[in-house]
């Protein structure tokens, strides 16, 4: 499962591929948490083993979607 977390003040948003077995409904419970406070930091540990720690008020938008499918291009 691939998470794009946009940040306040940076052009490039942040990807992470998770673990294909990676809680959806916990995964979007712990985001929704994290940016309701006003400090805060989640933790996210991608496929290769990686901790990757973003700082909750630096949070501008997430979008959580399915691993492999990239911007498509052209027809079809």
């Known amino acids: ?3 794009r977390i946009g940040i306040i003040d940076s052009p490039r948003d ?3 591929e998770l673990s ?3 809680d959806v409904d ?3 419970k712990e985001i929704g948490e994290l940016l309701t ?3 805060g930091v989640l933790w996210l ?3 290769k083993g990686n901790h990757i720690a973003v700082a909750g008020p630096k949070v501008s938008y997430v979008a959580i979607g399915a691993a492999g499918v990239k911007d498509r ?3 079809g």
């Open 1 to 3: 499962m691939d998470v």
């Open 14 to 16: 942040l990807e992470i």
């Open 20 to 22: 294909e077995d990676t």
């Open 26 to 28: 916990a995964l979007r």
């Open 37 to 39: 406070r006003v400090d």
């Open 45 to 47: 540990t991608d496929r």
């Open 73 to 75: 291009i052209g027809f």
